[in-house]
C-alpha cells in the first residue's frame, strides 16, 4: 500500500509539473520576453528612435556594402534609407528611402521606381508600432498563440505566432530560456515580382542602449535576397520632424 501512495504521489506530481508547462500561453511569452528586453517601463521612456549602421547585400556578384539609416516615432511613424553603389551590377548608385507616416506610405526607389506602398506591405507597415510592436498587439487587434518548441540552431525556442487582423501573420522565435527574440518568419506580398515572398530575419549581438536590449545586427534572407544590417549607432529621445515620415509634397 505504500508503495502504491508513493507512485501515486509522483504520478500527482508529475502531472501537476505538466499542468504548469502547458499553463504557459502566448501572452505570457511575450510579457517575459518584454522584460527580457528592458521592461515595459524603460520602454515607456522612448520618445523616438534613430538607428545607423551598414547594410552588406548578397548578389551573384559578390557582397556589396553600404548604408542603412532608420527613424521611428511613436505610435507608428518609420523612414528607412538606404544606399549602396551597384555599379558591378550594371545598375549603378541605388537609394531606397522608404517612408510611413502611420497610415500612408511612400517609397523613392531609384532602382524600381517611385511608387505608394499599397496591399499586403502596406497592411504589414500598419501592423507596427514604435517602441515595439510586442507591447501593443492586442489593441490593435492581432491574436498570438503558442505552437510549441521548435529549435533554433542550438537553442530551443517557443513558437508564437501573430495574426493580424489583416496583412501577414507572424511566426516568431522566443529563445525558451531566456525569452529573447530569435528570428521571425513571414510571408509577403512583393507586387513587382508579382509573388509571395518568405522572408526569414535573426535577431543578433543583442546590446543595451538606455535600459533597452537592441539587437545590432539583423541577418534578413528570402529566395530572392539576403542581406544582413549590422548597427553603428542607437539614439533615443532625439527630436524628429514628424514630416520626414510623410510623402513627398513632390510625389503627391
Do not use: C, W
Request: overall charge neutral.
Amino acid at each position: 500500500m505504500r508503495l502504491a501512495g508513493i507512485r501515486l504521489a509522483m504520478a500527482v506530481s508529475l502531472l501537476a509539473s505538466a499542468q504548469v508547462v502547458a499553463a504557459q500561453t502566448a501572452d505570457e511569452v511575450v510579457e517575459k520576453s518584454i522584460a527580457a528586453l528592458g521592461g515595459r517601463a524603460a520602454f515607456a521612456k522612448l520618445t523616438s528612435r534613430t538607428t545607423v549602421g551598414t547594410i552588406a547585400l548578397s548578389t551573384p556578384a559578390g557582397e556589396i556594402a553600404g548604408s542603412a539609416e532608420l527613424f521611428e516615432m511613436p505610435p507608428n511613424k518609420t523612414r528607412s534609407l538606404i544606399k549602396a553603389d551597384l555599379t558591378s551590377l550594371g545598375a549603378g548608385p541605388m537609394t531606397i528611402d522608404q517612408r510611413f507616416d502611420g497610415s500612408v506610405g511612400y517609397v523613392l526607389d531609384t532602382l524600381q521606381g517611385n511608387r505608394d506602398i499599397t496591399g499586403n506591405q502596406l497592411d504589414n507597415q500598419r501592423n507596427g508600432s514604435f517602441p515595439h510592436p510586442f507591447l501593443n498587439y492586442k489593441s490593435l487587434g492581432t491574436t498570438a498563440q503558442l505552437k510549441g518548441k521548435e529549435k533554433v540552431g542550438d537553442r530551443d525556442a517557443f513558437v508564437v505566432i501573430f495574426d493580424p487582423t489583416s496583412g501577414s501573420a507572424i511566426r516568431q522565435y522566443f529563445d525558451a530560456e531566456t525569452y529573447m527574440p530569435l528570428k521571425s518568419v513571414v510571408t509577403v506580398n512583393v507586387p513587382q515580382l508579382g509573388q509571395d515572398v518568405e522572408q526569414t530575419t535573426e535577431f543578433l549581438d543583442y546590446r543595451e542602449v538606455d535600459g533597452i536590449k537592441i539587437p545590432f545586427r539583423l541577418k534578413i534572407s528570402s529566395s530572392v535576397q539576403s542581406f544582413t544590417i549590422t548597427t553603428t549607432k542607437v539614439e533615443h529621445n532625439v527630436k524628429l520632424d514628424p514630416s520626414m515620415f510623410v510623402k513627398p509634397a513632390a510625389q503627391q
